[in-house]
Each structure stands twice: as structure tokens, then as C-alpha cells.
């Protein structure tokens, strides 16, 4: 943290009292935006107490007298995730240890079923796929289905370099804490549930979850991912993956080279055409690919090649425009050579839409439990995710949190940084977010309203911007 923000910070507790219990670590402090308006419009109501209550001793409000239980259900759910910080740690350091690839997360869906089972969670596994699983407490019949989303696959090779180690972990964490925070009040508010999503990377596990249905009795969605800076609203952009295939003819390399067709010729074609093509693409938009089989031997005229390639851009539409581009470039390669070409999609993910009023909550109860932040997000690295689908059913947030280290995703250094002991204290500070957003939604009724507006809202305009 700068001094620059330690003046804000020492500033901003001036202006507002500051709360602090030390078994919980939870604070109050000012915070911005929608979630500040929302706080403010309490605060204002909660200060006309005061006065009633100076006129009248046994005075209490029912916002005030709702605004304590919901400071203490808070402080019961931060203090639950610091109870379980140990084995919290453990569960993500085993995920961690045995990186698993999409849709072969045996270990993971185990180790985080079981561990919700333990805890007193309602336990489906293999809900829907075979790796997923959905934990539920509560009933929807009182209130709102708050969920927290883990991810748990690996990236081949460099293992955890992505953290969704600390995706699981800290969903898990935010799960406890909220069923305690039920527990707590005494009265059936809701529910909450964790859904473990498989294959994040380039599997599109949650679309076809989504396809499943098993996303139709969740009222929002909350996750949050490791990164090397903090951003409650990260963008992230519309991916699609797809596989080419060309096919040549195989021939003696030196008798009799004439006879073959180079699928070898078309596949390097392709590669450095769509490295042309990104000069003539806009600012914000991907391509990427890689050469996944190039020949057998070196004396054989190479009849079949097969590469992946990504592509990315902001919207729907703009994403199908580059890969009309994409495509031209794909079929001038096939030509050129006289290969055959196939093109299959993989996966495809849509852009994120951030739900401004679950992220405006998210970031003031960040405030309040986290003193050390780390560095702000840089809005140049734009990722992707398959929580962008997620985020176009229901409302969603995806923030990005640094983990303590300066190392990018996709590194063996952001292995490292994922797996470190530094990277807890952050983790359970953004589980602690997540749990206390959920409080607010079942301890105030009128959220979901404001939060199902801003989600609609969000849908709308995104829909003109296509047009
Ligand atoms: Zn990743
Ligand atoms: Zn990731």
C-alpha cells in the first residue's frame, strides 16, 4: 500500500467511526458507489434513531435494531472462517499438491465434498458432471439461494498457475460462514450453497452446467479469482476456442515429394496468417494458437496437422466478426496448399457482466475486513471465463484479488505464489467478502430487488451495444 492511501484511509476514518473486534477482524469503514448509497440511506435512518432514542430511552428502530444483527451476524461469519483458517489452508494446499486437468478433478470434487459434508452441508456429488458438486444449507422457500462458485482444475503441465486452489478454498470458506451467520440468527433467512464448477480452462464446466439446469434455483453467484492486483470489476472478454484440422497426403519426403500434399505447409500458413492478421485487429481483441500435431517424420510428407486456436474481443458481435477474419485466413492456408480443412469449436465463453450492486457490497465489506490490499488491477490484462455465462443467467461477480506476489497467471511463478503461505491471509479476506455480501442479501430483503434491476439493466445494454 502507498502512504498516498494510508493518508486516504487515515482520512476516511475520521470522517466515520471505526469499529474494530479483534476476534473477528472485521471493521466498518466509508465505502463508494451503489453499495454506499445503499449504506448511507441506513445510516441516515439509523441517525434518526439516535435522536428518537435520546427523547426516548427504550426507543429502538427496527432498521437500527436490524442494522446490529446484521453487524453481528457479520462478525459471526468472519470469526467462523478464522476458526477454520488451519484446515482451510490444508484442503487448498492437497488440491494444490494434485493438479488435475479438466474434467478429471477426482481429487479435488472428493476432498471438497467431503469437507462440506463434515461441516454440515446437504453434500450432492457428481451433481450434474461427474467432478461438479453442489453443497447446500437453508431453504429457498425463506429467502434468497446466495451461492459461492469454486473452480479446482489445473493448467497441464505448471500445475496450479491459475490458483483455482484458492478458488476453492476461499468458496468453500465463504460457504461456512454464511450457514454460520444462518445459524446465528435463529431464524430460516435463505440459503446458501457451494457449487464446485470443473474444467474452467478452455472445458466451459459451467456452461454445461448452465445447460443442465443447474443454475435455475440460484438467486446470485459469487467467486473470486487469484491475481497478481485487486479489480471488483475485471473485464473479461468473449472467448471462442476451436480445433483445425488439415488434411494433405502422405509421401517420401526425398523419392517422391511431388506426390504429397503438405498439411504441414497449410498449418504454418495459418499460424503466421492469423500473426498478420493481429495488426489489423482492435486494440482489445485476441488471437492465439498453437500447432498441437506438425507430422510424424521428418521424411514423411506430413498428411495430417492440427492446431487450436483462440480468439477474444469484448462483444458477441465483434467476436464474430474476427473470426469471419479468423476463418478467411484458415480456408486462404487450406487453398494455397490444396488440403482439406475441418473447424470444431470447443468451447465458448461469454463476457462478464458484473452486477454493479453484488460488487458495490463486495467492495465495502472488503473494507471492512481487509487492512492490507495490494496493488490495484492494471485494465490492460483482460482475461476470459467461463463465469461470464454464469454472469448472463443470473446476477454474478467475478473480482480478481492478488494473492501477495508479482508473478502473472499462467506461470510456474504464479504456481508458486498460489501454493505460498503469504497468499492465505488474502484468500480468507476475500471469502469473508463473499460470506458478508451474502448476510446482507438475507438479512435485507429490498437487495435483491435493487441487485435483479441492476442485472436486467446490465442485459439491456449490453444488447443495444450490439445493435
Ligand atoms: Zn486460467
Ligand atoms: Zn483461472
Same mark, same amino acid.
Request: hydrophobic share 40%.
Given at each position: 500500500?502507498?502512504?498516498?492511501?494510508?493518508?486516504?484511509?487515515?482520512?476516511?476514518?475520521?470522517?466515520?467511526?471505526?469499529?474494530?473486534?479483534?476476534? /473477528?477482524?472485521?471493521?466498518?469503514?466509508?465505502?463508494?458507489?451503489?453499495?454506499?448509497?445503499?449504506?448511507?440511506?441506513?445510516?441516515?435512518?439509523?441517525?434518526?434513531?439516535?435522536?428518537?432514542? $435520546?427523547?426516548?430511552?427504550?426507543?429502538?428502530?427496527?432498521?437500527?435494531?436490524?442494522?446490529?444483527?446484521?453487524?453481528?451476524?457479520?462478525?459471526?461469519?468472519?470469526?467462523?472462517?478464522?476458526?477454520?483458517?488451519?484446515?482451510?489452508?490444508?484442503?487448498?494446499?492437497?488440491?494444490?499438491?494434485?493438479?488435475?486437468?479438466?474434467?478429471?478433478?477426482?481429487?479435488?470434487?472428493?476432498?471438497?465434498?467431503?469437507? $462440506?459434508?463434515?461441516?454440515?452441508? !446437504?453434500?450432492?456429488?457428481?451433481?450434474?458432471?461427474?467432478?461438479?458438486?453442489?453443497?447446500?444449507?437453508? /431453504?429457498?422457500?425463506?429467502?434468497?439461494?446466495?451461492?459461492?462458485?469454486?473452480?479446482?482444475?489445473?493448467?497441464?503441465?505448471?500445475?496450479?498457475?491459475?490458483?483455482?486452489?484458492?478458488?476453492?478454498?476461499?468458496?468453500?470458506?465463504?460457504?461456512?460462514?454464511?450457514?454460520?451467520?444462518?445459524?446465528?440468527?435463529?431464524?430460516?433467512?435463505?440459503?446458501?450453497?457451494?457449487?464446485?464448477?470443473?474444467? !474452467?480452462?478452455?472445458?466451459?464446466?459451467?456452461?454445461?452446467?448452465?445447460?443442465?439446469?443447474?443454475?435455475?434455483?440460484?438467486?446470485?453467484?459469487?467467486?473470486?479469482?487469484?491475481?497478481?492486483?485487486?479489480?471488483?470489476?475485471?473485464?473479461?472478454?468473449?472467448?471462442?476456442?476451436?480445433?483445425?484440422?488439415?488434411?494433405?497426403?502422405? /509421401?517420401?519426403?526425398?523419392?517422391?515429394?511431388?506426390?504429397?500434399?503438405?498439411?504441414?505447409?497449410?498449418?504454418?500458413?495459418?499460424?503466421?496468417?492469423?500473426?498478420?492478421?493481429?495488426?489489423?485487429?482492435?486494440?482489445?481483441?485476441?488471437?492465439?494458437?498453437?500447432?498441437?500435431?506438425?507430422?510424424?517424420?521428418?521424411?514423411?510428407?506430413?498428411?495430417?496437422?492440427?492446431?487450436?486456436?483462440?480468439?477474444?474481443?469484448?462483444?458477441?458481435?465483434?467476436?464474430?466478426?474476427?473470426?469471419?477474419?479468423?476463418?478467411?485466413?484458415?480456408?486462404?492456408?487450406?487453398?494455397?496448399?490444396?488440403?482439406?480443412?475441418?473447424?470444431?469449436?470447443?468451447?465458448?465463453?461469454? /463476457?462478464? $457482466?458484473?452486477?454493479?450492486?453484488?460488487?458495490?457490497?463486495?467492495?465495502?465489506?472488503?473494507?471492512?475486513?481487509?487492512?492490507?490490499?495490494?496493488?490495484?488491477?492494471?485494465?490492460?490484462?483482460?482475461?476470459?471465463?467461463?463465469?461470464?455465462?454464469?454472469?448472463?443467467? $443470473?446476477?454474478?461477480?467475478?473480482?480478481?484479488?492478488?494473492?501477495?506476489?508479482?508473478?502473472?497467471?499462467?506461470?510456474?511463478?504464479?504456481?508458486?505464489?498460489?501454493?505460498?503461505?503469504?497468499?492465505?491471509?488474502?484468500?480468507?479476506?476475500?471469502?469473508?467478502?463473499?460470506?458478508?455480501?451474502?448476510?446482507?442479501?438475507?438479512?435485507?430483503?429490498?437487495?435483491?430487488?435493487?441487485?435483479?434491476?441492476?442485472?436486467?439493466?446490465?442485459?439491456?445494454?449490453?444488447?443495444?451495444?450490439?445493435?
Amino acid at each position: 500500500m502507498t502512504l498516498g492511501d494510508d493518508k486516504k484511509r487515515s482520512d476516511e476514518n475520521n470522517l466515520q467511526p471505526f469499529k474494530e473486534d479483534a476476534n /473477528s477482524g472485521f471493521t466498518k469503514k466509508k465505502v463508494s458507489g451503489t453499495g454506499w448509497r445503499l449504506l448511507k440511506r441506513i445510516r441516515v435512518k439509523a441517525a434518526l434513531s439516535n435522536v428518537l432514542r $435520546l427523547l426516548y430511552p427504550f426507543y429502538q428502530s427496527p432498521t437500527a435494531a436490524m442494522e446490529a444483527e446484521r453487524e453481528r451476524l457479520k462478525k459471526v461469519a468472519c470469526a467462523t472462517i478464522d476458526a477454520a483458517a488451519d484446515d482451510l489452508a490444508a484442503l487448498s494446499a492437497g488440491i494444490w499438491e494434485h493438479p488435475e486437468l479438466n474434467f478429471e478433478e477426482h481429487h479435488a470434487h472428493k476432498v471438497l465434498a467431503d469437507f $462440506l459434508e463434515r461441516h454440515g452441508f !446437504e453434500t450432492q456429488r457428481s451433481y450434474k458432471l461427474e467432478t461438479a458438486f453442489r453443497a447446500s444449507h437453508g /431453504s429457498r422457500a425463506h429467502g434468497p439461494n446466495v451461492t459461492f462458485i469454486c473452480e479446482y482444475d489445473a493448467l497441464p503441465e505448471i500445475g496450479h498457475a491459475c490458483g483455482h486452489n484458492l478458488i476453492a478454498e476461499l468458496g468453500v470458506a465463504a460457504g461456512l460462514g454464511l450457514k454460520a451467520a444462518i445459524e446465528a440468527s435463529g431464524k430460516p433467512l435463505g440459503q446458501v450453497t457451494v457449487v464446485g464448477t470443473p474444467a !474452467e480452462e478452455g472445458g466451459g464446466g459451467k456452461g454445461k452446467l448452465i445447460e443442465h439446469g443447474a443454475f435455475d434455483d440460484v438467486d446470485v453467484a459469487m467467486m473470486s479469482h487469484p491475481f497478481p492486483a485487486n479489480d471488483a470489476k475485471p473485464r473479461a472478454l468473449a472467448i471462442e476456442i476451436f480445433e483445425v484440422v488439415y488434411r494433405g497426403q502422405e /509421401s517420401h519426403a526425398a523419392g517422391y515429394p511431388w506426390k504429397g500434399v503438405n498439411a504441414l505447409d497449410a498449418a504454418v500458413m495459418c499460424y503466421q496468417g492469423l500473426a498478420c492478421l493481429r495488426q489489423q485487429c482492435m486494440p482489445d481483441w485476441r488471437i492465439h494458437c498453437i500447432i498441437l500435431e506438425g507430422g510424424v517424420k521428418v521424411n514423411v510428407i506430413p498428411a495430417k496437422t492440427r492446431l487450436h486456436v483462440g480468439i477474444r474481443a469484448p462483444t458477441d458481435a465483434q467476436l464474430a466478426r474476427l473470426k469471419e477474419k479468423a476463418m478467411n485466413v484458415i480456408e486462404a492456408a487450406a487453398k494455397a496448399t490444396e488440403c482439406q480443412f475441418e473447424h470444431s469449436v470447443i468451447t465458448k465463453y461469454a /463476457s462478464v $457482466l458484473h452486477n454493479g450492486v453484488l460488487a458495490d457490497l463486495y467492495s465495502a465489506n472488503l473494507s471492512d475486513v481487509q487492512a492490507e490490499r495490494g496493488p490495484e488491477a492494471y485494465k490492460e490484462a483482460p482475461g476470459s471465463t467461463d463465469m461470464g455465462d454464469v454472469s448472463h443467467v $443470473l446476477p454474478a461477480i467475478h473480482p480478481m484479488f492478488y494473492i501477495g506476489g508479482t508473478a502473472v497467471n499462467h506461470t510456474r511463478a504464479f504456481t508458486a505464489d498460489s501454493g505460498a503461505a503469504c497468499a492465505q491471509m488474502y484468500t480468507l479476506a476475500q471469502a469473508k467478502a463473499l460470506a458478508l455480501t451474502g448476510v446482507d442479501i438475507l438479512t435485507d430483503p429490498s437487495l435483491m430487488d435493487a441487485i435483479t434491476a441492476d442485472f436486467r439493466r446490465g442485459l439491456k445494454e449490453e444488447q443495444e451495444t450490439a445493435k
